[in-house]
């Protein structure tokens, strides 16, 4: 029991809900290239809208042929939506940090030609490929940079805050993750993500409090979910509610036997003593 309690105290888990945030990403190349979860898509003018979709259709089809089709339409004058394909394509193949060197071009010519929400949501494309490709730092300007040209209040804005808190937590800035998640709470409020995410970063931070109400949230909004359940247990184990703890841990298991989380969860339950039940009897 103390080596587990040592362990979630200090971060040890093998498993945490950070990485697999960003191994969804990873699993979801078209969500996390198009759009961020949920937001609302902007409208593309009628003459780039076709070729747009097209653009789209062949690289969902074949990521190679959508690259050169990208190229082929940015030369003939398709501007940021043919580097928003770009990175589509390249995200489709797994080459991320291209990816998101497509996704900061598409941005940056967004904002050149006065399009500032595209340019915004760019911003927040490329930030998202930078975290699958592992380059915390650069995800974390790209953030940034979409954030300053003035995202809208509401959900864009607080998604957009969530994934610069999980590019901060990568970069070990723990109190800077404090502050973007709670705008993203604000702002996202029936995102369960976000309430597990600031959880498990208030368990790290010892605000213990925190993170029971925060994962209680999560558990309302997402009672099906393994990673919720992982750290619904994490967080019991430490307040010292062991029973609590052990259900969550075999909710996990029983939700998602061959995820990561299920894994870690089984692993914590191998820590525990018996159950009375199941104590060999004299």
Known sequence: MSLLIAALWL??????????AIMRRRKQPAQAAVAPAAAPVLPVP????????????AAAEAPDK???QAQRWHLAGGGFYARHCMGFAYAQSGRWATAAIAFQQAADEAELAGQRAQ????????????????????????????????VPDGLEKGELHLDRARALVALADLPGARESLDVALDHAPN????????ATL???MDQMG???AHIARAVALSPDDASVALEEGNI?????????ARSAWQRAVRLAPDTPAAKAASENLGSLPPEPSARPTR
Do not use: K
């Not at 995102?191 to 600031?198: F, G, H, N, R, V």
């Not at 019991?236 to 609590?244: P, R, S």
């Open 202 to 204: 208030a368990r790290r």
């Open 66 to 68: 959508g690259i050169e």
């Open 119 to 150: 340019a915004a949501r760019l911003w927040g494309q490329a930030g998202n490929a930078a975290l699958a490709a592992s380059d915390f730092a650069r995800a974390r300007t790209d953030f940034d940079a979409g954030l300053a040209i003035g």
């Open 191 to 198: 995102d369960p993500l976000a309430w597990l995410l600031s």
């Open 210 to 212: 925190v993170a029971q």
């Open 236 to 244: 019991a184990i430490l307040t010292g509610h062991e029973d609590i």
């Open 46 to 57: 009628a003459e780039m809208a076709a070729p747009f979709q097209s653009c789209l259709d």
């Open 11 to 20: 971060g040890g888990q093998a498993y945490d809900p950070e990485t697999e």
